[in-house]
C-alpha cells in the first residue's frame, strides 16, 4: 500500500516537450481553435482523443462526471449521446448546465467548456442511435443504466434477449436514446509547460461573438 503511495507521489508528469501556443495567433472562435487542436492530437496519435469528461451536477448541486465519446462539433456546440433515463440524463433534466474536459497528455493539452446542455430531438437522436454497433444497440435498449446487478447470468441474458430483437428489427431505435448539444458560454484552451509557464487562453461569449482573456498559470 505504502509502495503504491509512493509511487503516485513520485509520479511525473508534464514531460514534454510539447508544442508551441501563441494566443495572440489563436483563432476567433473556440470552436475553430478546438478543431485546430483535435486535429494536432490526431496528428500526433493521441489514443481516442474524443474521449471527453462530462461533468453534470443535481437539483441538489452534488457533482458527477462520467468519460463519453464527442460525437461531432460545429459552430453551435459539441455534441453526445446518452439515455435521456440514465443518471447523467436525469441530471440534465434537472440542472442543465454541464462541462467537458478533453485532456490530451501527449500534447500537454487541456480544454474545458461550460455552458448549457439541451436535446437535439426525436430524428437526430434516431440517426445517432442507428449508427451505433448492434451490441450498443442492444445495451440501450435495455436502459438499465446505472441501475443494480444482481449477477452477470442476468446481464447475458438480457443481452442476448436484445441482441435478438436488434437482428430481426434493425430500424428499431430506445425511445429514450437521445443526441445532447452543449452550447458554449465559455471555453478554455490550456497548453502545459515543462517549466509549469502554462498558457491558457478563455473565450467568453458575448452576445453573438467571443471575447478572448489570457489567464495566469
Known sequence: ??????????????????????????????????????????????TEPHAMTLSTADRDGYPDARVLILKDVDEQGWY????????????????????????????????RIRG????????????????????ARAIALLDRQSTILSEQGELDRALADQLAMVRQTPGLVAPTWTLYRLTAEEAEFWQGDEERRHIRLRYTRVGEGWTQTWLWP
Not at 446518452?82 to 480544454?111: C, H, M, V
Open 1 to 46: 500500500m505504502e509502495r503504491t503511495r509512493e509511487a503516485i507521489r513520485r509520479s511525473k508528469t508534464l514531460a514534454g516537450p510539447f508544442p508551441s501556443f501563441v494566443p495572440t495567433h489563436a483563432k476567433e472562435s473556440p470552436y475553430a481553435l478546438f478543431l485546430d487542436w483535435f486535429q494536432a492530437a490526431l496528428d500526433h496519435g493521441v
Open 116 to 135: 448549457t446542455v439541451g436535446r437535439m430531438g426525436k430524428e437526430l437522436s434516431a440517426q445517432d442511435f442507428l449508427n451505433r454497433g448492434e451490441t
Open 80 to 111: 453526445f449521446a446518452s439515455s435521456s433515463a440514465s443518471r447523467k440524463g436525469e441530471q440534465l433534466q434537472d440542472n442543465p448546465y454541464a462541462a467537458l474536459t478533453f485532456y490530451w497528455p501527449p500534447l500537454g493539452r487541456q480544454i
